[in-house]
């Protein structure tokens, strides 16, 4: 009743007297980050500005930021680290959602404020990955990174001020850190896994609740060593006699 004054109706009709048809805008931006990836959370150029779907996040520059820049910055360990922050667990599988809304709340360093020169050797890290022809994977569980992550937070983390000193030593805190996380992750998965095999073998599933499951489980198990309740109330056959008391 009354849908043609919904406000989400109004917002996507094609004009006012055409409320029924429905229109919305393409997204095609020249970033791409996906909802959840695991562990690595790549940021991926939209060169052939492809239509995003729903599980797709749209990132475009602001005016004056280069694009290989600015998906230098977002596929940084400094930067997947906030995404860590501001998503939601989902699962057991280190899956973290990072909607849309979440999404914007993603501390990106600004290059506007960085020199020219800082901008350029981001900018020159995120262009030899492209040239690699694959996205550098995040740090493993024992803190390991491919050579052109580590060039490429190098060059972000000395865009933020520090020295290359400086840069190379608070990268590998970063790393151990994820490590830590990851490893932490892992392990988890690895204890679910063990109990979704038992789940599976007893016939249970995951959406089961435990509590009734674990009750058939040890009825299971007492059953042909259990008397019947009442038993010397039963008469020949198994239908219970409801006692009666004299006053």
């Known amino acids: 009743a009354h849908v043609n004054e919904r406000r989400l109706v109004r917002d996507n009709a094609d004009e006012p007297s055409t409320w029924y048809r429905q229109t919305r805008n393409l997204v095609r931006s020249k970033i791409v980050l996906s909802y959840n990836s695991q562990y690595n959370y790549p940021a991926t150029l939209n060169q052939v500005e492809a239509v995003l779907n729903g599980r797709l996040v749209g990132v475009d520059p602001h005016d004056g930021v280069d694009l290989y820049v600015l998906a230098g910055l977002l596929n940084s360990t400094v930067v997947t680290i906030t995404r860590l ?50 996205l550098p994977p995040a740090p493993g569980p024992d803190g390991a990174v491919n050579v052109l992550r580590r060039n490429l937070d190098i060059a972000v983390l000395s865009g933020l001020g520090m020295t290359a000193g400086g840069a190379t ?67 020949g056959s198994y239908e219970v006699v409801d006692p009666r008391f004299g006053d």
């Open 169 to 235: 030593g608070y990268a590998d805190r970063l790393y151990k850190a994820y490590a830590r996380w990851r490893k932490s992750v892992e392990s988890v998965e690895d204890q679910m896994q063990v109990h979704r095999r038992a789940l599976s073998r007893r016939g249970g599933v995951r959406t089961g609740s435990p509590v009734p499951r674990a009750a058939r489980t040890v009825w299971d198990e007492m059953e042909s060593a259990t008397p019947f309740l009442f038993a010397d109330l039963v008469g």
């Open 85 to 134: 922050l501001v998503g939601v667990t989902t699962g057991s599988e280190g899956a973290i959602d990072i909607s849309p809304p979440s999404a914007k709340t993603i501390r990106v360093p600004d290059p506007r404020n960085m020199t020219e020169r800082r901008q350029k050797a981001i900018g020159d890290a995120m262009r030899a990955i492209v040239a690699d022809g694959s």
